[in-house]
């Protein structure tokens, strides 16, 4: 808990899921303050105090409802299942006026999940800023991230591709993004995520067909920081 | 030119370009009979003539006009600007039936290049098997590789994401990157493609922030060949 910017909460809904708590991990080891948000507080109660023993205590992670989360944070980030996406997004929407939404939602449709499906947006990320409305900013990102290597202190190998509404808001979840200690890239219009949404089916692809179990992607030909 | 596979032509339709005249160079290279074709085949002589001057005549290349070039050949390999994309398939369909067409036509639209505008087929590709029709297996690769580094000995820091109509004519092309020099993978379904084209607008995107040229993308996580 080193240099971390203490003052910024960030709310991670849907934050009982493999995924959220990787990520809720992460940031509260990086010295943020953490909610994590679920449909009832109890499961993010427990959730939290898991993730605090992992910490062994040095760190701010509290469990409650995504409601409650999204209301008392200023950057929320949205890791449900894709059938929960628009019920979650409806239930916090008023919460998230004039802040800053990041969805890592992938728009999977069993059984098909390795083929791309889109919803009529154009993107789970477009949707989501079709619900929230224009005074929120929506950034997509963490969409190719293997939930597996977030829980622990492994060097994770896929880089994070970040779209969304603005380039403030993308620079804002890049800090995010180096704060989990992952390698991210400003991906352009949220329009753009699309594409990042898809290749999760692709890398589910690749992993059927090559026998891996968390293929992920590099950006090369560019300066790494 | 060493256990090529003498036997098998390959046309590079609209080849006079950067990225077919590179393409064209390296299969040759690799022992593969190439055709460049183009809309009149003075063009596409030259191109292959300049080939043929690299390769020190070492090879069989020969330009002539596209329609001639995908009667001949066994694969066809697409590779012209979006705003051609349409009329030279309609040019060639016929001369298509029962073979294999590779895409590697980007739907970009200037002068919005950096953000992903898709046709409402879903993609070029799936636009391209629209136009040529049932008989004809389409397989979409090689959208992310940057041209300047294919007409030389240079190793190409990009994979190849292959995506088709099926899982056989995705093999054959995975060979056709492999005798290029380049590491493929075997994406999905056609409907992925709109994955791999989109990329290319978010690889412009990354080259456009960080000062780089050629950024392209590596698959990790999965064996490598």
Redo the contacts between chains.
Sequence with gaps: MVNGPLLLTIAVLGGTGKEGKGLAYRWARAGYRVLIGSRTSEKAVKAASEIMTLLEGSASVVGTTNLEAAQQADISVLTVPYSAHRATLESVKDALKGKLLVDVTVPLVPPKV?????PTAGSAAQEAKEIVGSEVEVVAAFQNV?HEHLLGEEQV??DV?V?GTSKKAREEVLKLVEAAGLTG?????I??S???E??T???I???K???????????????RK
Tied chains: 1, 2.
């Design positions: 390795s083929k791309v499906q889109m293997s190998e896929c591709l779209t890239w400003d991906a352009g219009p329009e753009n699309v594409v990042v898809g290749l089916s692709v890398l692809n690749i992993n067909q090559y026998g891996s179990t968390h293929a992920g992607i590099r950006i090369t030909g560019a300066p």
